[in-house]
């Protein structure tokens, strides 16, 4: 048993012999919104399903919600943890009490469309050639009352060369390792992925917060082979407590996540990719100083210029660093510039 897990007699198991899918969601303190999440899943025509669920050390009352679902199917597996430990160990937590054929990631604020499990399961089962499946989402944002189509504004998945095999299914054949680094275009929760994927690229990073960048780029470097539908396949919901409401924290957690990828360039003997790495750093960091440059945070401002020093000396980072001091007008018309110009790149910020 990993360190930090729970005893076996803890966790509540499902019935039944092991599940076609295994669907991993690690959750903390979503008790009030799990109810129609769960039910995205239990519900989708495709039924050979498991739903782990792990409650990273919950306060709530998530406890009390999943066992009063699991009354209501049998199918759900309750994994509590003894304390909050983050996404990475949650979902790595997870994959232990996963038997499926196939894994499916889910987030506990995200709602799956009808039919899509099924969608993705009978690909996967046609096309041995794919490894990992993944799809646009509707991106709803409850702080600003908007909505849209991943897709539509990630200009670096039409960068990657990919050939269509069926209709709105494209296969990647290059170019993943490099693009993600820009802007990560997968919604992890849009992922089916068969299990195989796991014991050649391994899992999430236990430690980090923001794991999936992580994750996604390593198995494209390992060789991964990666399908995506172009079609909306979830429902991604942002809320006032999610991830990536929380101001600059996701990206400091990304520039964890990166200095683990650079030591993976190195493990793999892949040190072409380091400049790769070192650009996303660069944009990380140009991020987080238009984030405290807008809220007025002028100390945080300063700090993060000078730790983007560790880079190298930037031009582009010395003028976002200028207006970020300056407040919002002065980010405004740097932000306008850029975008004439093309190059105002933002990298995504991770969330649970």
Same mark, same amino acid.
């Not at 999440?37 to 239990?42: A, H, K, T, W």
């Not at 002028?298 to 976002?320: D, E, N, P």
């Not at 200028?322 to 790149?345: C, D, H, I, Q, Y």
């Given at each position: 048993m990993a360190r930090g897990l729970q005893s076996e007699e803890q966790v509540t198991e499902s019935q039944g012999s092991s599940p076609t899918v295994s669907v991993v969601m690690p959750t903390y303190n979503r008790g009030h919104l799990l109810p129609p999440?769960?039910?995205?899943?239990?519900s989708q025509d495709f039924q050979d399903l498991e739903l782990v669920i792990v409650d990273d050390g919950s306060t709530d009352d998530t406890a009390a919600v999943v066992r009063q679902i699991q009354t209501r199917d049998p199918r759900v597996r309750y994994v509590p943890l003894p304390e909050n430990r983050g996404v990475g160990f949650a979902r790595d937590a997870g994959l232990r009490y996963a038997p499926g054929k196939y894994i499916a990631l889910a987030d506990s604020d995200d709602i799956w469309l009808p039919g899509r499990l099924r969608e993705q399961v009978e690909i996967l089962e046609r096309h041995p050639e794919? %490894?990992? &499946?993944?799809? %646009?989402?509707?991106?709803? %944002?409850? #702080?600003?009352?908007?909505?849209?189509? @991943?897709?539509?504004?990630? *200009?670096? #998945?039409?960068?990657? !060369?990919?050939?269509p095999i069926e209709d709105g299914l494209f296969l990647i054949q290059r170019g993943m390792d490099i693009e993600i680094l820009k802007s990560n275009f997968i919604a992890t929760p849009t992922m089916v992925l068969r299990r195989q994927v796991f014991d050649r690229v391994g899992g999430f990073v236990p430690y980090l917060k923001s794991p999936d960048l992580d994750f996604c780029w390593r198995a494209a470097v390992l060789g991964a082979r990666y399908a995506y539908l172009d079609r909306p396949l979830i429902e991604r919901h942002v809320y006032s407590d999610s991830l990536t409401a929380q101001g600059g924290q996701p990206y400091l957690d990304q520039l964890e996540a990166l200095d683990v990828m650079g030591q993976t360039c190195w493990r793999l003997g892949r040190q072409d990719l380091l400049p790769h790495i070192h650009a996303a750093k660069v944009q990380t960091y140009r991020a987080l100083l238009r984030i405290y440059g807008g809220n007025?945070?002028? $100390?945080? !401002?300063?700090?993060?210029?000078?730790?983007?020093?560790?880079?190298?000396?930037?031009?582009?980072?010395? !003028?976002?660093? &200028?207006? $970020?001091? #300056?407040? *919002?007008?002065?980010?405004?018309?740097?932000?306008? !510039? @850029?975008?004439?110009?093309?190059? &105002?790149?933002?990298p995504s910020a991770p969330r649970e």
């Open positions: 999440v769960v039910e995205s899943i239990l794919i %490894d990992i &499946l993944f799809g %646009d989402f509707w991106n709803i %944002d409850h #702080l600003h009352g908007t909505k849209h189509r @991943a897709f539509e504004r990630s *200009p670096t #998945l039409r960068q990657v !060369v990919a050939r007025r945070q002028r $100390a945080q !401002v300063t700090c993060t210029f000078i730790k983007s020093l560790r880079c190298g000396v930037s031009v582009r980072t010395l !003028v976002w660093f &200028l207006a $970020a001091l #300056l407040g *919002p007008w002065a980010l405004a018309s740097v932000e306008t !510039v @850029a975008k004439m110009r093309g190059n &105002l790149t933002t």
